[in-house]
Nanobody, 122 residues
Framework: QVRLVESGGGSVQAGGSLRLSCAAF????????MAWFRQAPGKEREFVAV????????AYSDHVKGRFIISRDNVNNAVYLQMNSLKPEDTAVYYC???????????????WGQGTQVTVSS
């Protein structure tokens, strides 16, 4: 049974940093594309970053490019999101997601975590 568990959220002032973690259980982690999404109050969920099977194959939303870094540890079955230079508009619930689809540019993600809250104050 696939399970994704996020942690590391919290409250931080603008300009600060946070590191989110997502622990994966129940599947062969190294075979899966992993991504982070976020959803702010009153807004639709949006893509943040993705890392494919190769740790070198990553992509970012324009909103976070240059500030956030996604990485993965295929030994410990975890994916991370290092968030630097945080802004109030980064405030959202952040979700970890997994898909076996490694070829689509915009794959569907059938597996999701419960989310972790990130709040950035000005």
């Amino acid at each position: 049974q696939v399970r994704l568990v996020e942690s590391g959220g919290g409250s931080v002032q603008a300009g600060g940093s946070l590191r989110l973690s997502c622990a994966a259980f129940g599947f062969t982690f190294s075979w899966y594309t992993m991504a982070w999404f976020r959803q702010a109050p009153g807004k639709e969920r949006e893509f943040v970053a993705v890392i494919r099977r190769s740790r070198l194959n990553t992509a970012y939303s324009d909103h976070v490019k240059g500030r956030f870094i996604i990485s993965r540890d295929n030994v410990n079955n975890a994916v991370y999101l290092q968030m630097n230079s945080l802004k109030p508009e980064d405030t959202a619930v952040y979700y970890c997601a997994a898909t076996f689809d490694s070829t689509s540019v915009f794959p569907e993600y059938p597996h999701w975590g419960q989310g972790t809250q990130v709040t950035v104050s000005s």
